[in-house]
């Protein structure tokens, strides 16, 4: 598993830390940043709390547990400031974050920047998930998180129960169909899913920002410094465990990246992200002082055999006895996207410098719908929008969002 791993590993993570240098004031001071104390708004009683009730709205925390036992922690934002719309018929909405953050990266911005808030003051009922790991969802009715046991998952698990467990839940408190919202790692696992139709009855539309499935295409001079650096050993030794990039052995990984590749890590957003066009300083701290979560060291071998691979399947045990003995056959199962059905609506949104969801696998992801129906698929370019754009630009409201709620609402 180990030099599959190396690449995917070393990626993940320059995309998530050039995203924490997407203010170049901030960027010499990140290490001392990420050690040091966070400055301001964390979440510490829950994100309703912190970053919504500020704001003057109403927000409940949910606790859902998984069939496999993991207890997630969600937000709903029931209603608007003004309380406009018919309370029997707000629709459902669950806004699913990417990889490496939680559902607070949707809240940094001022109220009226923000996504889950733009969706409640238009009628909808807002749900925001948090995938198992990250803080707030880092229980499990067994287990806790110091054994290598609780971090036994990839991002399958997201799809088979972490989805289902929250759709299950918002479904059954609203009776509604639920549109969906996923960012990054966020539509990954909602194509995997509606691919295999689990959740579709339940579903009623579905909104891809920054969408993510095929990763081929990321620039080569991540691979060469995934090639150069010791990341290999390093899984080999983290093993089946948390993921935390706050942890020491991740920092030195980072520091590590940069020395053995020669890269300037004050550069490293315009060499891999692509620079993010919108962000402001102060949702950088923001970010900063609540971000990056813990995932499974196992979600990130996962994703570095995702984007070795042009075909999506399961996580890769590494041999055919093995595959064969937690699948019944030599290559993992593979999903197909293109089995999403025809009438699902959809909305896509990319942006023409996310080096993330680089345009070409983007458009190789659009190829596996030209049998969807045409009338269903919206398709949004933003030429100057980066991958961390979609969540926090201040002009996402103009730009994105209110794209979005138009969708939404077209589905009604
Ligand atoms: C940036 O964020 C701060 C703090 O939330 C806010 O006061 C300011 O208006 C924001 N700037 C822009 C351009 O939106
Ligand atoms: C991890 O899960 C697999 C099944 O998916 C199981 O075979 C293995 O024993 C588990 N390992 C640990 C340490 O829980
Ligand atoms: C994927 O699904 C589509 C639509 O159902 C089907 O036509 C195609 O044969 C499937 N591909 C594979 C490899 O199973």
Not at 53 to 68: A, L, N, P, W
Not at 160 to 177: N, R, V, W
Not at 305 to 322: A, E, F, I, M, W
Not at 328 to 343: E, F, K, M, T, W
Request: charge should be neutral; proline fraction near 4%; aromatic fraction near 10%.
């Amino acid at each position: 598993m180990v030099p599959s791993g190396s690449i995917g590993l070393a990626l993940w993570f320059l995309i998530f830390f050039s995203l924490s240098l997407t203010n170049p004031l901030e960027a010499r001071g990140h290490f001392g940043r990420l050690a040091g104390k966070p400055p301001q708004r964390t979440a510490s009683d829950g994100i309703c709390a912190s970053s919504v009730h500020i704001f003057g709205y109403k927000c409940e925390e949910h606790d859902v547990v998984t069939q496999d036992g993991y207890i997630l922690n969600m937000q709903r934002i029931p209603e608007g400031r003004t309380g406009a719309g018919n309370p029997a018929k707000r629709q459902p909405v669950l806004i699913q974050h990417g990889i490496l953050v939680d559902g607070i990266s949707w809240l940094l911005n001022p109220a009226d920047q923000n996504l889950p808030l733009i969706l409640a003051d238009q009628g909808f009922d807002v749900w925001m998930g948090n995938t198992r790991g990250t803080r707030f969802s880092k229980r499990h009715k067994y287990l806790n998180a110091n054994q290598p046991a609780f971090w036994n998952w990839t991002w399958d698990e997201l799809v088979s129960y972490d989805l289902p467990a929250m759709f299950d839940h918002i479904h059954g408190l609203t009776g509604q169909k639920i549109h969906y919202l996923g960012h990054s790692l966020g539509t990954l696992i909602g194509f995997t899913s509606f691919s295999e139709k689990g959740l579709v009855d339940k579903l009623k539309s579905a909104a891809m920002l920054s969408p993510i499935a095929y990763l081929s295409h990321m620039t080569t001079v991540l691979v060469d410094i995934a090639a150069r650096s010791f990341l290999a050993e390093a899984i080999a030794i983290i093993g089946l465990a948390e993921f935390n990039p706050k942890s020491g052995i991740v920092g030195k990984l980072i520091k590590g990246i940069c020395h053995d590749a020669n890269i300037d890590c004050y550069d490293l957003l315009a060499v891999i992200t692509g620079k993010n066009c919108c962000l402001n300083a102060s949702t950088i701290d923001l970010f900063l002082a609540n971000e990056p979560q813990s995932t499974s060291t196992k979600n990130m071998i996962h994703l570095s055999q995702t984007v070795r691979d042009k075909v999506l399947r399961k996580y890769n045990y590494g041999s055919s006895d093995r595959n064969m003995k937690h699948y019944g056959q030599a290559l993992p199962p593979v999903y197909n996207i293109s089995a999403i059905p025809h009438d699902l609506p959809l909305f896509f949104s990319y942006g023409g410098l996310d080096r993330l969801a680089d345009v070409t696998d983007v458009k190789y992801l659009l190829d596996q719908f030209k049998f969807h129906n045409s009338d269903k698929m919206d398709v949004q370019f933003v030429k100057e929008y980066a991958h961390a754009d979609f969540i926090m630009a201040v002009n996402a409201k103009d730009v994105v969002y209110n794209q979005v709620v138009t969708f939404f609402k077209r589905q009604a």
